[in-house]
């Protein structure tokens, strides 16, 4: 289709020889993007290879699966199928099953490339997709990288179907005469997704018929004014903002020199950097830092992660709380090195981690801003501060929970949960006892 060589070519997607594991689940997107990429294979010499994620969750499941198989025997496609547990990763890790899959799927993805040697992920994210994440993302509130929604091209992972719509998609198939399989569980409307697909986009339709294609029009420009703020964001933060590892100085004289995008685009940063992490930094923390810039010096406000913005005589800084929690815990950490390991429960007051996963030296200590743990085996993390928040740890204890660091990374939340980045593997070398008493 001439329609997505030319997005391809626009956006350097492919290049002569390249590896390409395709993500086929069966449904009618990535069937199509299987077939046009199997047009392409010829030309630009490409190296196919389909990836299969049973997911265990449908009773269809296996039928998806067959219906993969025999596609890519009569395209003579490789193939390979993982069989995952989406649901026991779910309730493991206390997600949602939508999180899990996509981080099982990609792992998956990435597999096959360590296999391989390199190469790239093609999804089939298409424009009726990029239109429902807008919106998602919108209803629960995002700046102007939000609203860019899906690149088309992002690392490793290219999507040659985002300048389609599912309309075309479906054309292009009964064409072909080609089939596809139905996922049911796309009908849900109990999720917000299913929801603002089957429900929310088709009266934006009514409205207008080419809704969908304007808000893909809309996230390409976007896109093209972000990747200006962000040069103008950098040109911006050489000027006015000193960093070191305690927190973020900003000149204020240069910062009201600034247009107000730009001192709000600093402020975020500045705070970000500060805390190690984005999420839960929201609009009305980035203003009320900035309002600190015309109030008199010696004020300051409270930011998530327990940060301070303060206005000081040297600009305006944006650095970690003093606090009692920053204290060493009460108690002793014994580390003694053993040739062997035993396994021990959850709860346990003694561990057994992998020694040379340490880089810095082993603290006994209280929580402090920037904290976070490693919480899935394929290395997802989160705040610590999320973390006691999503295993409902009450608030008045979080201060108290000893904790074995490595900087700022959390080796053993004591008496609770190990790091999966310091577990003993069949890779480890050296073993490091731990023992709280």
């Given at each position: 289709m001439d329609k997505v060589l030319r997005f391809i070519k626009k956006h350097h997607m492919i290049s002569q020889g390249d590896f390409i594991a395709v993500?086929?689940?069966?449904?009618?997107?990535?069937?199509?993007?299987?077939?046009l990429l199997c047009e392409l294979k010829q030309e630009y010499g490409l190296e196919l290879h389909a990836v299969h994620i049973n997911h265990g969750i449908r009773r269809e499941a296996f039928k998806d699966q067959e219906f993969v198989e025999n596609l890519c025997r009569r395209l003579k496609v490789p193939w390979i199928t993982f069989?995952?547990?989406?649901?026991?990763?779910?309730?493991?890790?206390?997600m949602s099953l939508e999180e899990a899959g996509r981080i099982i799927r990609y792992r998956?993805?990435?597999?096959?490339?360590?296999?391989?040697?390199?190469?790239k992920i093609a999804v089939a994210h298409h424009q009726n997709d990029q239109a429902e994440t807008i919106l998602y993302r919108m209803s629960r509130g995002t700046g102007i990288q939000g609203l860019k929604g899906m690149e088309a091209v992002r690392g490793d992972v290219i999507r040659p179907l985002l300048c389609l719509k599912k309309t075309e998609i479906l054309k292009y198939l009964k064409e072909?005469?080609?089939?596809?399989?139905?996922d049911a569980s796309n009908?849900?409307?109990?999720?917000?997704?299913?929801?603002?697909?089957?429900?929310?986009?088709?009266v934006l339709t009514e409205v207008n018929s080419r809704a969908v294609e304007h808000i893909f029009s809309l996230s390409e420009e976007i896109e093209e004014w972000s990747r200006y703020l962000e040069q103008q964001l950098s040109e911006a933060w050489k000027a006015c903002?000193?960093?070191?590892e305690k927190g973020c100085l900003i000149d204020t004289g240069r910062f009201l020199k600034e247009?107000?995008?730009i001192r709000r685009l600093l402020a975020k940063q500045a705070i970000e950097q500060t805390a190690g992490r984005k999420k839960d930094i929201e609009k009305i923390h980035i203003q009320s830092f900035c309002d600190l810039a015309f109030r008199e010096t010696g004020k300051s406000i409270d930011l998530p992660y327990g940060l301070t913005g303060k206005k000081t005589y040297g600009g305006l800084l944006v650095e970690a709380k003093q606090t009692t929690a920053e204290k060493a815990a009460v108690g002793q950490l014994v580390l003694t090195e053993t040739n062997r390991f035993e396994k021990m429960d959850e709860k346990d007051f003694t561990k057994i981690i992998d020694y040379d996963k340490i880089d810095k030296d082993i603290q006994l200590r209280y929580r402090k801003p920037g904290d976070f743990f490693v919480f899935s085996k394929d290395g997802k993390s989160k705040s610590l501060s999320r973390y006691f928040i999503d295993q409902k740890i009450p608030r008045e204890e979080r201060d108290r929970i000893p904790l074995a660091a490595d900087g700022s990374r959390i080796i053993w939340i004591i008496g609770r949960r190990l790091s999966?980045?310091?577990?003993?593997s069949e890779k480890t070398k050296r073993y490091l006892r731990l023992e709280y008493n």
């Open positions: 993500g086929v689940s069966g449904g009618a997107d990535s069937v199509c993007l299987l077939l069989s995952e547990d989406v649901q026991g990763m779910a309730e493991k890790e206390s998956c993805f990435q597999k096959v490339l360590d296999m391989h040697g390199g190469g072909k005469g080609q089939s596809w399989m139905e009908e849900d409307n109990t999720f917000a997704r299913n929801k603002i697909r089957n429900q929310v986009i088709p903002v000193k960093q070191d247009s107000e995008p999966e980045f310091y577990k003993v």
